[in-house]
């Protein structure tokens, strides 16, 4: 697959900013994350949600006009806007424990070894993914999201290192 617009997506911890990253500087382009545009910025970070028209404005004029760039993160509940001009999606996944750990790792590396209570509630919100009754940001709801996209999917394990991953998506051909 040459550069492109291609949004990368999957559950919190599952390393979608990681390989939009690499994916975005394999192939020279823009990387662009989710949550930059979800969130606004303050002190105590990811406490204060940007209106979805603010969030939209936003990506539209810093690169969604571009020919190609890398979107990390879930757009699915907000963003039915930007679904036409992926070129493609790769979504990824890995076992639960693993993502939680990755998680629970990040978590402390950036907030030190005492996580306060906001921070574990992100972790309880994260682990909840799995759970079909969940009404947040769930494996049901990026399954139904992802069956209705008019674009390819990749689906990929993120448990394979990052190269292996850049690899397997710059050597994908869509049909």
Known sequence: MDACRLNVTGASGSGTTTLGRALASHWSVPHADADDY???PTE???TVKREVPERLRLMQELF???DAWVLSGSVASWGESLVGRFHAVVFLSVDNDVRMRRLQDREANRYGA???ADHQDFLDWAA???DPSFQGRSRVQHEAWLAELPC???RLDSALAVDDLVHRIAG???A
Do not use: S
């Open 38 to 40: 979800f969130w606004v």
């Open 44 to 46: 105590a970070p990811y």
């Open 64 to 66: 969604v006009g571009r």
């Open 114 to 116: 005492t996580i306060a």
């Open 128 to 130: 909840a993914y799995e």
């Open 152 to 154: 390819p999917v990749l």
């Open 172 to 174: 994908w051909r869509p």
